[in-house]
């Protein structure tokens, strides 16, 4: 099974600031990897497929780059509603596996 | 436009059984599988396997054999998640989320069931 080592676990950011989350695989996955976004209550929701590829509607504030094993999101300019957990997801070979999430909070 | 909508909460005692539903509209059932998600309490997302809605055919992963079983109906755009022998661990909210691999892997999900187990 593939791993997906999430990085960091958690956060706390002003609003404005630039996060960035990190993914690793334990064996190269090319670009089949989606990040997603969790709020409370709520389905996850798809920001970023293909490691890079910005999901319609998805602010461009969001952003996803990588291939292989190493993997990041990046917030530009983080806003209030950004304050969620963040899963990547791997789908290039069964078992997918995701990442253990980075719970980003307000400083 | 796509949508998934999942049946209502559960509350099971311990041992008995219960059976989810994951209604789909708005694309062909059996152009897409459905895989099904579980998190657990302060637990992290977990990927249980998925469905092939074209030939029908199961895949669980690992943790999710024996009492964990998949099914669907085409005729009304359904897939199913039963759950066997509840365990007070089987407390956890249940996605289904559509899509095989590529750029359609996971893309839409469902708003999510909650199963409680206790007695």
């Known amino acids: 099974d593939i791993q997906m080592t999430q990085s960091p676990s958690s956060l706390s950011a002003s609003i404005g600031d630039r996060v960035t989350i990190t993914c690793r695989a334990s064996q190269g996955i090319r670009n089949d990897l989606g990040w997603y976004q969790q709020k409370p209550g709520k389905a996850p929701k798809r920001l970023i497929y293909a490691a890079s590829s910005l999901q319609s509607g998805v602010p461009s504030r969001f952003s996803g780059s990588g291939s292989g094993t190493e993997f990041t999101l990046t917030i530009s300019s983080l806003q209030p509603e950004d304050f969620a957990t963040y899963y990547c997801?791997?789908?290039?070979?069964?078992?997918?596996?995701f990442g253990q999430g980075t719970k980003v909070d307000i400083k | 436009q796509v949508q998934l909508v999942q049946s209502g909460s559960e509350l099971k005692e311990p041992g008995a059984s219960v059976k989810l539903s994951c209604k789909t509209s708005?694309?062909?059932?059996?152009?897409?599988?459905i895989n099904w998600v579980r998190h657990a309490p302060g637990q992290g997302l977990e990927w249980m396997g998925w469905m092939n809605t074209n030939t029908r055919n199961p895949t669980y992963a690992q943790g999710f054999t024996g009492r964990f079983v998949f099914s669907m109906d085409t005729s009304v755009s359904t897939a199913y998640l039963q759950i066997s022998s509840l365990k007070a661990e089987d407390t956890a909210v249940y996605y289904c989320?559509?899509?095989?691999?590529?750029?359609?892997?996971?893309?839409?999900w469902g708003q999510g069931t909650l199963v409680t187990v206790s007695s």
């Open positions: 708005g694309y062909t059932f059996s152009s897409y599988a």
């Open positions: 997801l791997q789908h290039n070979s069964y078992p997918w596996t």
């Open positions: 989320a559509r899509g095989y691999g590529g750029t359609s892997a996971a893309e839409y």
